[in-house]
């Protein structure tokens, strides 16, 4: 029988360190607060003529579900709506202590340690 990854890495090395990693990636993602802004270009609000492309694409496909513009319009309205909403995220780290910020990074990164150990071959 053969270990994770069908190496001869350890099975029972790998869900340690997945289950760590997993435990300090949620630590870690539960001390974050994420906000949104809005989209503003010189001041004013923009989120609008971002849905433009997208709207247009739409409008062309209906007409012609097979059109090289429509698709290139709706593709391209929507890579700039999920840009905008990416843009105008406000992170926030909550404040804790250095240990629990220490114990949440060792438990992330050793666990991708350890994870990564057991998929390599037996030394």
Not at 37 to 62: D, E, K, M
């Amino acid at each position: 029988m053969r270990g994770a990854g069908g190496t001869d890495g350890g099975l029972i090395l790998f869900f340690i360190g997945l289950a760590c990693a997993v435990a300090g990636g949620w630590l870690l993602t539960n001390q974050v607060t994420v906000t949104g802004g809005h989209w503003s270009l010189w001041g004013y609000n923009s989120f609008g003529l971002s849905l433009l492309p997208f709207l247009v694409g739409t409008a062309v496909l209906f007409f012609d579900g097979r059109s090289k513009l429509g698709w290139l319009l709706l593709v391209a309205g929507l890579v700039i709506i999920l840009a905008g909403v990416l843009v105008n995220l406000r992170i926030y780290f909550q404040p804790t202590s250095l240990f629990n910020t220490l114990m949440m990074l060792g438990l992330l990164f050793g666990g991708i340690g350890l994870l990564l150990r057991s998929l390599t071959p037996g030394r």
